[in-house]
Nanobody, 121 residues
């Protein structure tokens, strides 16, 4: 299984970014896909999740209303659209595949390498 995250960068507060995660190596129909983030000195935290087959999404309260998670099964790609970004959103963002609906990192056995998002004030 390979998950390749991309799309991070430097953005000003109030701006937007779309992260992508290309998935390959197996059929993900029975998996949930998640986005997590880890800021310096902090634990990895759940951002949002979606069932690969659709019909379910879940967001952390800290990003709800500003973030949309989606996937394109034809392209085997997961997306995270983030709007109205805040400096506290600065972190390395990881995509992961694992247990649908879980917000816990240990329920996701497969991880991408992470992409850095930096939000300047």
């Amino acid at each position: 299984v390979q998950l390749q995250a991309s799309g991070g960068g430097l953005v000003q507060a109030g701006g937007s970014l779309r992260l992508s995660c290309a998935a390959s190596g197996r059929c993900f129909n029975n998996y949930g896909m998640g986005w997590f983030r880890q800021a310096p000195g902090k634990e990895r935290e759940f951002v949002g999740g979606i069932a690969w087959t659709g019909g379910f999404t879940k967001y952390a309260d800290t990003v709800k209303g500003r973030t949309t998670i989606s996937r394109d099964t034809a392209k085997s790609t997961l997306y995270l659209q983030m709007d109205d970004l805040k400096p506290e959103d600065t972190a390395v963002y990881y995509c992961a595949a694992g247990r649908t609906a879980s917000t816990l990192p240990y329920d996701y056995p497969y991880w991408g390498q992470g992409t850095l998002v930096t939000v300047s004030s």
